[in-house]
């Protein structure tokens, strides 16, 4: 509850900040960033305009701390700070989300293993979901792709299994919805360098999600972009498997339908991913897009409509083929996945029936 604060140029929330960033004690910065989340929950205007600072310290420092203390400290942080970032998203101010997604993602590897999930949902979860899975996911693809290019291996199965940890936290609607933001930011990517006067140029680098590196990539370093942001999305959505080798998006949308809740919300969340799905498909195969990244795309589109069940899936895939505007290699791709997919499933399996 806020409270009214009758004088508040009396309470400097960026004296307090600037006491944080000036002292070398963690436990003295703890203690103070507790007094801005206490400020915060009496009235979060008070600390709106020391937003940034608070969680570019905390990027750089709180967060990579691996005590009991500093984790409830970033929690409590999180939780009352928050909320007056996520009230201003609601008035146009998106760059402000971004910036701290983008400050508490570079500072991933950082974080201790067993905290990343926590923190991460207690941040999707504080900001609303519909803001910021889509951010963090992104963002945590860039890094993928960073990683793969330097071959660093392990950075890329850390990244992949948080993702797919992290949105075990959602609903499938919302991994489904965060799914189709994701590809909306992939399609700003360029596919060549931008010109340093051309408006694309400046909407790119007025973006804090793509970073300031993306106007100045080269051909090649766009192009594994673009290539390895679809393997990340794939990976994430589908690659929690269940005991018996099912992925965890697939047995939730099974136990929807089973339980009869929200089908429709859930079948329309499926069409609206398959049809954006699609439309990038055919746009892309229309601009000659380069064979791989097409390839990866169709392999997503089936692994999407394989967490369908089978008379679900049935109808979405009769629907693609009727429609006018698939082109022929949609066809073949997913007559081929169709061909597969029920090659996989058994008679006995009750799933199958569903």
Known sequence: MNVVVKNPSAIRADVIVSAIRASDSPQVQNKLLLVIAALASLSPELVLHSVMPIFTFMGAHTIRQDDEFSGHVVEQTIICVVPALANAAQYGKIDEIEFLLASFVSAFVHVPRHRRVRLFTTLARTLGGDLSIHLILFLCGQQYVNAYMKHRMGDCSALVDFATVFLQAFSANEELDAAIKFLDLWKHIPEVPVEKDSQEFKELSSRVIFG?????????????????????????????????????????????????????????????????????????????????????????????????PIQYYSKSVNDILNAPSTSVETMKSLISLTAAKFNLEHTENAYAHE
């Open 212 to 308: 300031p590196s993306i106007v100045t990539m080269t051909k090649s370093e766009l192009y594994n972009w673009r290539k390895g942001l679809v393997s990340f999305i794939r990976h994430a959505l589908t690659d929690a498997k269940s005991g018996s080798d099912i992925p965890k998006l697939r047995l939730k949308v099974a136990s929807l339908i089973l339980e009869d809740k929200n089908t429709d919300i859930l079948l329309n969340s499926f069409s609206s991913l398959i049809t954006y799905l699609l439309d990038v498909i055919e746009t892309s195969t229309k601009r000659h897009e380069d064979a791989e990244i097409l390839k990866k795309f169709h392999k997503l589109l089936g692994d999407v409509l394989g967490l369908l």
